[in-house]
């Protein structure tokens, strides 16, 4: 026998896999995955998939939600016995964000990163033009640090050495190459202040 259709042309099984199913594979993927690093905060959940070099080397906060298909391209290279990647206390990370952190970058509490954003402290070595770049390999470019309350808009692009000031907004699509002030506003390519102390 059929099951009865809802106002919306599914069924009641249907509705309630659609409805809760993701989360439930949500919830067993951040039970597998949550082992592998070097700390892993109270009630933080990722999405499948996730690709993560090193996460011996991550310490994630409480509360963190990553979204699926995001790549924390990580390196383990410190001496000190500090995370290369510190992701903190409910920061929220959208879909296909893309992290290099090769020694050190830092995202701070409350920390909101939406799709397709990029951002790290690696660069490429270009300085013998009789080889490639690819060739040269890659080195340290400079740490990185999100300040609170910080916002980065969609396909926005953050390069080494950039800090990223408290409750400052980082426009779709800018590409921030110099440091931004805390409660500001920046956009543009490569990113400029629009607007000053908005939340002062």
């Known amino acids: 026998m059929n099951e009865m259709l809802s106002t919306t042309g599914k069924t009641p099984v249907l509705e309630a896999w659609l409805a809760y199913g993701p989360r439930c594979v949500g919830l067993l993927y951040?039970?597998?995955m949550r082992r592998r690093f070097r700390r892993w905060g109270k009630g933080s959940r990722v999405s499948p998939p996730l690709r993560v070099s090193c996460p011996w080397a991550i310490d994630i906060g409480e509360d963190v939600a990553i979204d699926e298909h995001c790549v924390l391209n990580v390196k383990d290279f410190r001496t000190d016995g500090r995370a290369s990647l510190m992701i903190g206390d409910g920061t929220r990370i959208g879909r296909f964000v893309h992290i290099n952190a090769w020694y050190d970058v830092v995202i701070e509490s409350q920390v909101l990163?939406?799709?397709r954003v990029i951002l790290g402290d690696e660069t490429h070595n270009f300085g013998n033009p009789?080889?490639?770049i690819l060739a040269q390999g890659g080195a340290f470019g400079g740490?990185?640090?999100l300040r609170s309350g910080c916002w980065i808009g969609t396909g926005a692009a953050i390069l080494p050495g950039?800090?990223?000031g408290k409750n400052s907004v980082v426009g779709a699509n800018a590409v921030v190459t110099h440091d931004v002030p805390d409660c500001a506003v920046v956009a543009g390519v490569p990113a400029r202040v629009i607007?000053?102390?908005f939340c002062q």
Do not use: E
Request: proline share 0%.
């Open 195 to 197: 607007r000053r102390s």
């Open 30 to 32: 951040t039970a597998l």
């Open 162 to 164: 950039v800090v990223v």
């Open 130 to 132: 009789d080889r490639s």
């Open 143 to 145: 740490a990185v640090l």
């Open 113 to 115: 990163i939406t799709h």
